[in-house]
């Protein structure tokens, strides 16, 4: 036997998207990562066994189904080093029996790289291992040649498990914010609670994002209930809106100067078909949520609508955002006038709670309330144009609101989404966020309990051609935020943060963004969740 085969073992996962386009389009990338990723653990003396091989039918070596990560895991020695390696977006719950049973060291790895969304596909693994009570590490690399990786693999391999710095997270209980700040946000929340709030969840458990679903009793603690929607049903709702009404939604979008790369192609382009299916929806989402009282609702879309009918992100987008198309129900009223409907894209529970609680505290403190999550896609440092800041690309498919454009509607686009993951087409609602400060927080589930953390930071804008650059580098039909997070480095966010999504409001100035950031967190301690600040929040108000 060479000494090669006298190597120590670590079994390698590769869980991948359940479409079967998206797996064999993003597969070279996975087999090149998995290449680098190989050598960088023969230099630490183990090598690489795959636990599933490339299926020559399906032309790709991914785990694609609850079922194939069940029987995989059969094959994998209970106290076996496992690697859950990631270059692409994921369904969690591929692999989540296997490593919720799992005795052995578990190590996510993903590549730092915007082509596919890897570090998103890692960061909801993540967060969904903590929801479920899995002991992991986790890592990233660009090359997996640098120090932070090899380090980080020395030490998982010496002592099954790897430990950050993560001294950027301060707990609420061991700090004091200002009495105003924190009487104000507990006041809130308390009429919050006893007003109650009902979140409108068309199917829940979107692309098996474990992490996303909040269970009931959880949310009935803040006074939160769930009202259990359909997909089939606003599939139902849209057929009956008319073409007419349609058209004036369309209309007015047009009006405020919205454009819509329109083409004929229904397989790879938007056509004006598609944009008016996805008015349909929008009218429909909304009479629904008027019908059944929703304060906040969420529609998954992956995988219920996926094979009927066209995305929802445009709708979402408009949804978002108080100035939109007028909706009127089928006697004539108009519904929810002047008002957001708050969305939390891809029926991310703990958003929801997010964008309820933002849209109506930013509202009683005078500022503009819309809010969206984003992917934490990618990103790098940035030096000129006086930025001087590791710099992130947040997108989302479509669910910006276009307050978060400068120039709103007329500053703000539609293009067809990938039909790599969009089958039927529909639009985005494109668009660069706005130079400005920015509280940004996610809400997640750990011990059985709901957590949140909360920063401040900033939007900034860069040149015309370093966004087109990044943006090319990742999802250019997607609505894009550079951000810089205060105080939060590129590793302490990667290594702390429990999603793949993170919440981001903006606030009227720096100081007020501060402000709101401490009343926030009184409000959500208030309603019970355990609170973290996060970075340079100037938690004293001084």
Same mark, same amino acid.
């Given at each position: 036997?060479d000494?090669?085969?006298?190597?120590?073992?670590?079994?390698?996962i590769?869980?991948?998207?359940l479409?079967?386009?998206?797996?064999?389009?993003?597969?070279?990338?996975?087999?090149?990562?998995?290449?680098?990723?190989?050598?960088?653990?023969?230099?630490?003396?183990w090598?690489?066994r795959?636990?599933?091989?490339?299926?020559?039918?399906?032309?790709?070596?991914?785990?694609?189904?609850?079922?194939?990560?069940?029987?995989?895991?059969?094959?994998?020695?209970?106290? &076996?080093?496992? $690697?859950?390696? *990631?270059s692409?977006? !994921?369904?969690t719950?591929?692999?989540?029996?296997? =490593?919720? +049973?799992?005795?052995?060291?578990?190590?996510?790895?993903?590549?730092?790289?915007?082509?596919?969304?890897?570090?998103?596909?890692?960061?909801?693994?993540?967060?969904s291992?903590?929801?479920?009570?899995?002991?992991?590490?986790?890592?990233?690399?660009?090359?997996?040649?640098?120090?932070?990786?090899?380090?980080?693999?020395?030490?998982?391999?010496?002592?099954?498990?790897?430990?950050?710095d993560?001294?950027?997270?301060?707990p609420?209980?061991?700090?004091?914010?200002?009495?105003?700040?924190?009487?104000?946000?507990?006041?809130?929340?308390?009429?919050?609670?006893?007003?109650?709030?009902?979140m409108?969840?068309?199917?829940?458990?979107?692309?098996?994002?474990?992490?996303?679903?909040?269970?009931?009793?959880?949310?009935? &603690?803040?006074? $939160?209930?769930? *009202?259990?929607?359909? !997909?089939?049903?606003?599939?139902?709702?849209?057929? =009956?809106? +008319?073409?007419?009404?349609?058209?004036?939604?369309?209309?007015?979008?047009?009006?405020?100067?919205?454009?819509?790369?329109?083409?004929?192609?229904?397989?790879?382009?938007?056509?004006?078909?598609?944009?008016?299916?996805?008015?349909?929806?929008?009218?429909?989402?909304?009479?629904?949520?008027?019908?059944?009282?929703?304060d906040?609702?969420?529609?998954?879309?992956?995988?219920?609508?996926?094979?009927?009918?066209?995305?929802?992100?445009?709708?979402?987008?408009?949804?978002?955002?108080?100035?939109?198309?007028?909706?009127?129900?089928e006697?004539?009223?108009?519904?929810?006038?002047?008002?957001?409907?708050?969305?939390?894209?891809?029926?991310?529970?703990?958003?929801g709670?997010?964008?309820?609680?933002?849209?109506?505290?930013?509202?009683?403190?005078?500022?503009?309330?819309?809010?969206?999550?984003?992917?934490?896609?990618?990103?790098?440092h940035?030096?000129?144009?006086?930025?001087?800041?590791?710099?992130?690309?947040?997108?989302?498919?479509?669910?910006?609101?276009?307050?978060?454009f400068?120039?709103?509607?007329?500053?703000?686009?539609?293009?067809r989404?990938?039909?790599?993951?969009?089958r039927?087409?529909?639009?985005?609602?494109?668009?660069?966020?706005?130079?400005?400060p920015?509280?940004?927080?996610?809400i997640?589930?750990?011990?059985g309990?709901?957590?949140?953390?909360?920063?401040?930071?900033?939007?900034?804008?860069?040149?015309?051609?370093?966004t087109?650059?990044?943006?090319?580098?990742?999802?250019?039909?997607?609505?894009?935020?550079?951000?810089?997070?205060?105080?939060?480095?590129?590793?302490?966010l990667m290594?702390?943060?429990?999603?793949?999504?993170?919440?981001?409001?903006?606030?009227?100035?720096?100081?007020?963004?501060?402000?709101?950031?401490?009343?926030?967190?009184?409000?959500?301690?208030?309603l019970?969740?355990?609170?973290?600040?996060?970075?340079?929040?100037?938690?004293?108000?001084?």
């Amino acid at each position: 036997m060479d000494s090669k085969n006298n190597k120590k073992e670590i079994w390698l996962i590769a869980s991948g998207d359940l479409r079967l386009a998206a797996n064999q389009l993003c597969w070279t990338a996975q087999e090149s990562m998995e290449m680098k990723l190989a050598d960088a653990v023969e230099r630490q003396g183990w090598r690489i066994r795959r636990a599933h091989a490339y299926d020559t039918t399906k032309k790709h070596g991914f785990i694609d189904s609850q079922r194939m990560g069940i029987d995989v895991f059969k094959n994998i020695p209970p106290n &076996a080093p496992v $690697i859950a390696a *990631e270059s692409v977006w !994921q369904y969690t719950h591929h692999v989540l029996a296997g =490593l919720t +049973t799992h005795r052995g060291p578990i190590l996510t790895v993903a590549n730092w790289s915007g082509q596919w969304p890897g570090l998103v596909g890692m960061l909801n693994l993540n967060g969904s291992l903590t929801k479920a009570g899995v002991a992991y590490s986790t890592l990233w690399s660009v090359d997996f040649n640098d120090d932070l990786f090899n380090n980080g693999l020395k030490e998982w391999l010496e002592k099954g498990c790897v430990k950050h710095d993560v001294s950027h997270v301060k707990p609420l209980d061991l700090v004091k914010i200002p009495t105003e700040d924190d009487d104000t946000g507990r006041l809130f929340a308390r009429r919050l609670r006893e007003a109650k709030a009902i979140m409108g969840v068309f199917d829940e458990g979107c692309m098996g994002m474990y992490n996303a679903i909040v269970p009931d009793e959880l949310l009935h &603690a803040m006074g $939160i209930f769930k *009202e259990r929607l359909s !997909q089939s049903a606003l599939y139902a709702r849209m057929r =009956l809106v +008319t073409d007419a009404d349609a058209d004036a939604v369309l209309a007015w979008l047009l009006e405020r100067g919205m454009t819509f790369k329109w083409g004929d192609n229904e397989e790879t382009e938007l056509t004006r078909r598609q944009t008016l299916e996805q008015c349909k929806m929008y009218i429909a989402a909304v009479r629904i949520a008027a019908e059944f009282g929703c304060d906040t609702i969420g529609i998954q879309y992956q995988q219920g609508l996926k094979d009927l009918t066209v995305a929802s992100d445009l709708v979402e987008g408009l949804l978002n955002n108080r100035e939109r198309p007028p909706v009127y129900s089928e006697n004539g009223e108009e519904l929810f006038a002047g008002q957001a409907i708050p969305h939390f894209n891809e029926v991310d529970e703990c958003a929801g709670i997010d964008a309820l609680v933002t849209y109506h505290l930013w509202n009683e403190l005078g500022m503009d309330g819309e809010n969206t999550l984003h992917d934490i896609r990618w990103g790098e440092h940035y030096k000129d144009d006086g930025i001087d800041d590791f710099v992130w690309v947040f997108l989302i498919s479509g669910a910006v609101p276009v307050a978060h454009f400068d120039g709103g509607y007329a500053a703000a686009s539609s293009w067809r989404q990938s039909p790599m993951y969009f089958r039927l087409g529909g639009g985005t609602l494109r668009g660069v966020s706005r130079p400005g400060p920015i509280v940004w927080s996610r809400i997640y589930i750990k011990e059985g309990r709901l957590h949140a953390d909360l920063g401040v930071g900033r939007a900034v804008s860069l040149p015309e051609a370093e966004t087109r650059r990044r943006w090319q580098s990742t999802s250019p039909e997607w609505p894009i935020m550079h951000a810089v997070l205060d105080g939060v480095g590129r590793d302490q966010l990667m290594a702390r943060h429990q999603a793949n999504h993170i919440h981001v409001v903006y606030a009227d100035s720096a100081s007020l963004a501060h402000r709101a950031c401490r009343i926030k967190a009184a409000a959500l301690d208030e309603l019970g969740i355990e609170v973290h600040f996060c970075g340079g929040v100037n938690v004293a108000g001084e």
